[in-house]
């Protein structure tokens, strides 16, 4: 029996290691059991991180040889390292996860190696690869265990030539062609990696638009700047199979959603991204008495607590968006709220990214759902095309879409399409955070030229209208 922690937290990704931190800052006495030989989780080992670093070198690649001429640069034409690149990749994972060590021997949270499960309330079993089991008591134990790849019936991931997100990072060349299936962020992102590099890819997605849940003007629009890249579409289609030919060629089978003629995609690579479910197998959740859902997330109340005393779930495993940022809000809400402190989540507020090229990033209501809502609400929108830093940039694709509500002026959502999309939705972030309103976010000043003015004509766009165009 181990020492007695105040709290037992089961995973180590964003949402775990976070929750782990805040909980040590505010005294208590914590352990994290993580299975993985690292720590940091899907995100940090196998996702975001990995592949933002391949996003960026890849779009560093392509710059060099498309764009840079326009500015005055002549160079030969870029050889792909892919090799080095990979390394690039593996460098960045290793830093990330060295970081959270340090951070962890910095607060002093204890770190069991193994498979944790729940016989109990109040104790944790850890299941090393190898040696004796150890329980560990301990007052409370959250479960942070994430999420894994869904996967479609009757196809097999080999992480070689079928491959999920995690084959998909470690691919040792470039496919000639690549499938991907399903239209959802990680496929869009993997895809514009591949495609950058040069492969031909063909994205094969069930519903008849990109980016379910994402804003459908923002999606059609998006959706013309991939094709313009080069990447197809094959929307309304389900993938019927997979199957491996003697040349070491792929033919996946695709039909239409509503039945018909099926047609055959011939590929290198195909990747499986129709997103993720949540991972809670092990943790002897139904011996201890935790209740799931139909979906077999975690039920939680308003203070993340299950359906058993002193056992809590954040992240992936229980509903709402599989972000990081979200699970990372949720390990400090709990953390505080076992304190005695009011931790708390606003659900209104969490942006989403897409890392592509140009970014997407949004924040708060969709069109889509203020109208079902019924909501009367009122469009402010301005283009890149008439922003200054952004014609410097040669960066004038997409534009910033600012929903309010009539009566109150009050900002209900907000939709960026453009370059470095992803740092710019914060102020609207912070803006919808204290409920603030159009006007206030026209009357800020911003920096001139920058490519956040284009946040602010928006804004006054619900006014009286926009400056610049």
């Known amino acids: 029996m181990a020492d007695q922690f105040d709290l037992t937290i089961i995973?180590?990704?964003?949402?775990?290691?976070?929750?782990?931190?805040?909980?040590?800052?505010?005294?208590?006495?914590?352990?994290?059991?993580?299975?993985?030989?690292?720590?940091?989780?899907?995100?940090?080992?196998?996702?975001?991180?990995?592949?933002?670093?391949?996003?960026?070198?890849?779009e560093v690649f392509e710059e060099a040889g498309h764009g840079f001429k326009a500015l005055g640069i002549d160079i030969p034409a870029p050889q792909l390292n892919l090799k080095q690149m990979m390394n690039h990749r593996a460098e960045t994972v290793a830093s990330n996860v060295g970081g959270v060590d340090y951070l962890f021997k910095k607060n002093k949270i204890t770190v069991f190696r193994g498979i944790g499960s729940i016989p109990a309330a109040g104790k944790v079993l850890v299941t090393p690869q190898s040696g004796p089991q150890t329980e560990i008591a301990t007052k409370n134990i959250v479960i942070a265990t994430g999420s894994v790849s869904a996967n479609l019936p009757g196809i097999v991931i080999d992480e070689k030539q079928i491959v999920t997100s995690t084959g998909a990072l470690t691919l040792e060349q470039v496919p000639n062609k690549l499938v991907v299936i399903g239209a959802g962020v990680i496929g869009l992102e993997l895809g514009s990696v591949w495609m950058r590099l040069g492969a031909q890819v063909t994205v094969v997605e069930y519903l008849d638009r990109i980016l379910p849940g994402m804003d459908s003007e923002v999606a059609r629009q998006f959706q013309r700047m991939l094709q313009k890249q080069g990447m197809e579409f094959k929307l309304s289609s389900k993938v019927a199979g997979i199957d491996k030919q003697e040349n070491g060629s792929l033919q996946v089978r695709v039909e239409p959603a509503k039945g018909g003629e099926a047609e055959s995609l011939e590929a290198d690579v195909a990747l499986v991204a129709i997103g993720r479910k949540p991972f809670t197998e092990g943790l002897g959740l139904d011996i201890a008495g935790v209740a799931l859902d139909e979906r077999g997330r975690v039920r939680v109340d308003a203070q993340y607590k299950s359906s058993v005393d002193g056992i809590y779930a954040i992240g992936d495993v229980i509903v709402g968006p599989m972000l990081a940022h979200k699970a990372e809000d949720e390990g400090i809400a709990v953390a505080e709220i076992l304190s005695g402190q009011a931790g708390h989540v606003n659900y209104a507020a969490i942006p989403a990214v897409v890392y592509t090229t140009p970014e997407v990033a949004s924040v708060g209501k969709t069109e889509d759902e203020l109208k079902a809502e019924g909501i009367d609400y009122k469009i402010g929108k301005f283009p890149f095309t008439a922003n200054g830093r952004a014609k410097a940039m040669l960066a004038t694709q997409g534009f910033v879409k600012i929903l309010a509500d009539v009566s109150t002026d009050r900002v209900l959502g907000a939709h960026i399409v453009g370059k470095n999309a992803g740092e710019m939705i914060h102020e609207l972030v912070t803006l919808m955070e204290f409920s603030g309103a159009a006007e206030d976010l026209a009357r800020t000043t911003h920096a001139h030229p920058t490519l956040s003015e284009a946040i602010r004509e928006a804004a006054l766009a619900l006014g009286d209208g926009a400056i610049h165009i």
């Not at 005294?27 to 996003?55: D, H, R, Y």
């Open 11 to 58: 995973g180590s990704g964003p949402g775990g290691y976070v929750c782990a931190i805040r909980a040590a800052q505010l005294g208590m006495k914590v352990a994290v059991v993580e299975k993985w030989a690292t720590l940091g989780g899907t995100c940090l080992n196998i996702g975001c991180i990995p592949s933002k670093a391949l996003l960026h070198a890849s």
